[in-house]
């Protein structure tokens, strides 16, 4: 096409005009905006969009906004973008068409002069380079046409380039390219002459020293007096001050969503707050069957001073899950912080986190509240001597220690002192019991979730002689969950069944009923009335029973959102 033919033959001609030494520079790098990385020195410069960080979004060119430099363009109140670059090949002096695919906020742009090539396109969780065979749909508001790809599968295609001989010969240049995973857009360009070889070395060394060693795709775009690359606050990183027909901008605001980001944030439900357990579901649509985290915020939210939080997995199974997630492993389930067992109310915030580090959203119908009474504790107690034995029973203050009056502690009788971490045990007749060893006495593991909720790790059980196991005492089961106290005084007290105790009759060690009730051994009651929940419930109807009290797998002492 005449048109096209032309244009490529004004850019080569004007290169000999335009065109800088290479020389070997010292690069900085900087992060001028939230989720953006700038690397460049005095010939080249790269930017480096997160499109999961907060207010990141793209915008290409709309027909009625061409022929304007890329710092016109981003500067356009309608465009208002903060790094922008050159993108297509057009039909230089006349800017009236663009060599490849191109929209802009929605609108197509005329296909005159059109080749049969690459695209690049973005929209709602769409970020990606498709072959021109595939058209991009309506929910694609941004497309611009690659020329020629040079890195493909992270690897430079030299010297097997498509398209053209241009990508062949030494010119100024411009490059667009996406990680792996389609959350990073990379916008490159240089003053240097440089070949397709080169051009690609270049963009993977740009973007290696941004921290992002993650190129997947990578196009040459139009080159010569059209590259050109803004950054506002700093201008023109390279610049010709060519008026040129089509950009890719990148809008990065520092807040609200980040409508272009390919990974769906997770969704879910906060589905009970209450004085028996903290409850719901989460699940990433990204990664369907997988088992995500969920942190839970008390009294306020991520960053707010003085905020306590927690983490659990959303991995247990729960039946009403399986048909309308596809897959069963997505409830979660945590007790209430005994520290927050005061007749107060308090504010429960639950976050679904990110398989792939992208968003963690609050989940839906939270926050909900709990008011809850102290708990009325009963057996003995056991002093925990210091700091280290707390930390090597995964006790924390917080979630495990409840503060009492000093008649409570006063009326427990003393057992000595706790063993400064716990010793788990079985017998090497191939019996399956588990055994918390305290002195010349064992306690029975009843089941995988009373270890879950006391953190005790079934992967490092020592293997004793029988005789050695069978000559310790039965003491009753270990409890269904950990509870510490402590009075007005510095000293914390783990509570529990006296040691010199025999089993339950039957031999009942009691846990968790069906319903989520506690059977036996627990040795502790609310101390008066109920607790007040607030909030409401998820829209499948969904209940917990049972799961309330179970936690799952791993209960976590802090978390960040």
């Not at 010292?26 to 460049?40: E, H, I, R, S």
């Not at 010297?159 to 667009?176: E, K, S, Y």
């Not at 997630?325 to 976050?351: E, Q, R």
Request: with cysteine; charged share 20%; net charge negative.
């Amino acid at each position: 096409m005449k048109s096209h033919l032309l244009a490529r033959s004004r850019w080569l001609a004007s290169l000999a005009v335009l065109t800088v030494p290479q020389v070997a520079l010292a690069q900085q790098v900087t992060k001028p905006f939230v989720g953006v990385t700038v690397v460049d020195d005095a010939n080249n410069a790269m930017a480096i969009a997160d499109l999961c960080a907060p207010g990141v979004a793209v915008r290409a060119t709309k027909y009625a906004e061409r022929k304007a430099t890329p710092e016109q363009w981003a500067n356009n109140p309608a465009v208002g973008a903060e790094v922008s670059v050159n993108a297509d090949f057009f039909d230089f002096p006349g800017w009236t068409l663009v060599n490849g695919l191109a929209r802009g906020a929605g609108e197509d742009w005329p296909l005159q002069g059109y080749e049969s090539r690459n695209h690049f396109r973005f929209g709602a969780r769409l970020a990606d380079l498709q072959p021109d065979t595939n058209k991009p749909p309506p929910s694609a508001t941004e497309v611009v046409g690659c020329h020629n790809i040079i890195i493909s599968g992270g690897k430079s295609q030299a010297p097997n380039f498509d398209g053209d001989g241009v990508i062949l010969t030494a010119h100024r240049r411009t490059a667009i390219g996406l990680s792996a995973d389609r959350r990073s857009l990379f916008l490159f360009a240089s003053n240097s002459n440089l070949d397709g070889t080169a051009l690609a070395a270049r963009f993977l060394q740009y973007a290696q020293l941004g921290g992002h060693g993650d190129v997947d795709v990578a196009c040459n775009m139009d080159g010569g007096g059209s590259s050109q690359l803004f950054v506002r606050g700093r201008g023109q990183l390279v610049t010709s001050g060519r008026q040129v027909n089509n950009h890719l901008g990148i809008l990065a605001s520092g807040q609200g969503g980040s409508p272009m980001c390919p990974n769906t944030p997770p969704q879910g439900y906060l589905d009970q707050a209450a004085c028996s357990g903290i409850g719901g579901w989460a699940q990433d649509p990204d990664e369907p069957t997988k088992a995500i985290d969920v942190h839970v915020y008390f009294d306020g939210t991520p960053g707010a001073a003085g905020v306590q939080a927690l983490a659990t997995n959303a991995g247990k199974d729960r039946p009403d899950l399986c048909k309308p997630l596809g897959s069963c492993n997505h409830a979660y389930s945590l007790d209430v912080p005994l520290s927050l067992l005061d007749d107060k109310a308090h504010a429960v915030h639950a976050y679904g986190i990110d398989s792939k580090g992208g968003a963690n959203p609050e989940l839906a119908s939270s926050p909900k509240s709990f008011q809850c009474p102290r708990l009325k504790v009963s057996g003995v107690r056991r002093w925990i001597k210091n700091e280290a034995s707390l930390v090597a029973w995964h006790l924390s203050f917080f979630a495990d220690v409840m503060a009492v009056d000093d008649a409570v502690v006063n009326g427990l009788p003393d057992e000595g002192p706790l063993p400064d971490a716990p010793t788990l045990v079985r017998a090497d007749d191939g019996s399956p019991e588990v055994w918390l060893v305290d002195g010349n006495a064992k306690q029975h593991v009843p089941n995988p979730e009373v270890a879950a909720r006391w953190q005790l790790d079934l992967s490092k059980v020592a293997t004793w002689k029988k005789a050695k196991v069978d000559a310790l005492h039965t003491a009753p089961p270990v409890r269904p969950r950990p509870i510490a106290i402590r009075g007005s005084g510095p000293a914390v007290y783990l509570v529990d069944d006296s040691l010199l105790s025999a089993p339950p009759v039957g031999g009942s060690d009691g846990g968790t009923a069906p319903d989520g009730s506690v059977t036996q051994g627990d040795g502790a009651t609310a101390d008066d009335g109920g607790c007040s929940v607030g909030g409401e419930s998820s829209q499948f109807g969904l209940t917990l029973g049972g799961l309330l009290l179970a936690l799952t797998g791993l209960r976590r002492r802090s978390a960040r959102r």
